[in-house]
């Protein structure tokens, strides 16, 4: 209570999402900095230490001072799962929520803003259902599980990269058990948990794609090779899901051999592009999603008043 007798407000999440490049962790930080908040992460591959500069993970001095959570909490032989994810940073949120502090999500993941913010059960799995799949994710490798996937569960397919074997593999061992698509194992779509607002950023096509093409050529000019090559001597190749991430899998591959340098630069674009259309298509289907115009002059006033209404 207020000393005059009021009650204190009790502050509510905001989550920033929307596709790689866009600009999501500059409105975060203005947000955090307006709303008294700290950041909590929701990038996958940001949770891994060392792996800085192919993520676009900002620097100690570009947070602003602002508390960072779910940043730099695996090692690269670690598998990062959605369920690891959603238990850890409900704590965090809860925290911040019980200290009046806001939360400020922001990323791009898609099936981990669907975990936290929906509160999603995941289904059992079964050993020998999922050494099934490993083994033929083995055999006939990862694109060509993929397009398994895809006829069985064209929705979980687009949302899972075809370059995600993990992933690819744990959504066939769920569509077998449960004889459901994916998706069916998620909660319905509803109030978003703690009552979170959720706005979402995205630009015109031409622009993003000029966005991640400058980003991507930074990335490799600024160090992503040396970068790779030190986390490849603790374990790189080894993990599972880290070695899978976009810009790592193919420098990886150029420092074996595969190709040169020029075309895993042309190959993470690619990537990049092919990630950003699944990331877009997903987040379309969400109607509780306000969208704004990252490309606004004004964009963190508009977040704002939007939060206001």
Do not use: C
């Given at each position: 209570?207020?000393?005059?007798?009021?009650?204190v407000?009790v502050?509510?999440?905001?989550?920033?999402?929307?596709?790689?490049?866009?600009?999501?962790s500059?409105?975060?930080?203005?947000?955090?900095?307006a709303?008294d908040g700290?950041?909590?992460?929701i990038?996958?591959?940001?949770?891994?230490?060392?792996?800085?500069?192919?993520?676009?993970?900002?620097?100690?001095?570009?947070r602003?001072?602002?508390t960072?959570?779910?940043?730099?909490?695996?090692?690269?032989?670690?598998?990062?799962?959605?369920?690891?994810?959603?238990?850890?940073?409900?704590?965090?949120?809860?925290?911040?929520?019980?200290?009046?502090?806001?939360?400020?999500i922001?990323?791009?993941?898609?099936?981990?803003?669907?975990?936290?913010?929906?509160?999603?059960?995941?289904?059992?799995?079964?050993?020998?259902?999922?050494?099934?799949?490993?083994?033929?994710?083995?055999q006939?490798?990862?694109?060509?599980?993929?397009?398994?996937?895809?006829?069985?569960d064209?929705?979980?397919?687009?949302a899972?990269l075809?370059?995600?074997?993990?992933?690819?593999?744990?959504?066939?061992?769920?569509?077998?058990?449960?004889?459901?698509?994916?998706?069916?194992?998620?909660?319905?779509?509803?109030?978003?948990?703690?009552?979170?607002r959720?706005?979402?950023?995205?630009?015109?096509?031409?622009?993003?794609?000029?966005?991640i093409?400058?980003?991507?050529?930074?990335?490799f000019?600024?160090?992503?090779v040396?970068e790779v090559?030190g986390?490849?001597?603790?374990?790189?190749?080894e993990?599972?899901?880290?070695?899978?991430?976009i810009?790592?899998?193919?420098?990886?591959?150029?420092l074996?051999g595969?190709?040169?340098?020029d075309?895993a630069?042309?190959?993470?674009?690619?990537?990049?592009?092919?990630?950003?259309?699944?990331?877009?298509?997903?987040?379309?289907?969400?109607?509780?999603?306000?969208?704004?115009?990252?490309?606004?002059?004004?964009?963190?006033?508009?977040?704002?008043?939007?939060?206001?209404?």
């Open positions: 209570m207020t000393g005059g007798g009021l009650p407000p502050p509510v999440p905001v989550a920033v999402v929307g596709p790689t490049a866009v600009g999501k500059d409105l975060a930080l203005d947000l955090a900095e709303l700290e950041i909590v992460n990038d996958a591959m940001q949770q891994y230490r060392g792996m800085d500069i192919g993520t676009a993970k900002l620097t100690v001095v570009q602003r001072g602002i960072h959570h779910q940043i730099d909490v695996l090692d690269v032989t670690e598998v990062a799962t959605v369920a690891r994810y959603q238990a850890a940073a409900t704590r965090d949120i809860e925290e911040l929520l019980s200290a009046g502090r806001t939360p400020v922001v990323g791009g993941s898609m099936l981990y803003i669907q975990g936290l913010l929906d509160d999603w059960q995941f289904p059992a799995t079964d050993p020998q259902v999922r050494a099934r799949y490993e083994e033929m994710l083995a006939i490798g990862v694109a060509a599980l993929h397009r398994k996937l895809a006829e069985v064209p929705a979980a397919a687009e899972i075809d370059t995600d074997g993990r992933r690819i593999v744990r959504a066939l061992e769920v569509v077998e058990l449960t004889g459901e698509p994916f998706a069916a194992s998620a909660p319905k779509i509803g109030e978003p948990r703690w009552g979170t959720i706005l979402a950023l995205d630009r015109e096509t031409a622009d993003l794609d000029e966005r093409v400058a980003r991507t050529a930074a990335m000019a600024d160090g992503l040396d090559a986390l490849a001597e603790n374990g790189l190749r993990g599972r899901t880290a070695r899978r991430a810009g790592y899998a193919q420098t990886l591959a150029a074996d595969e190709y040169d340098l075309r630069v042309e190959l993470t674009v690619i990537g990049t592009r092919r990630y950003v259309r699944r990331q877009r298509s997903w987040f379309r289907r969400d109607h509780r999603i306000v969208w704004l115009d990252a490309a606004a002059a004004d964009l963190t006033d508009r977040a704002l008043a939007t939060l206001d209404r």
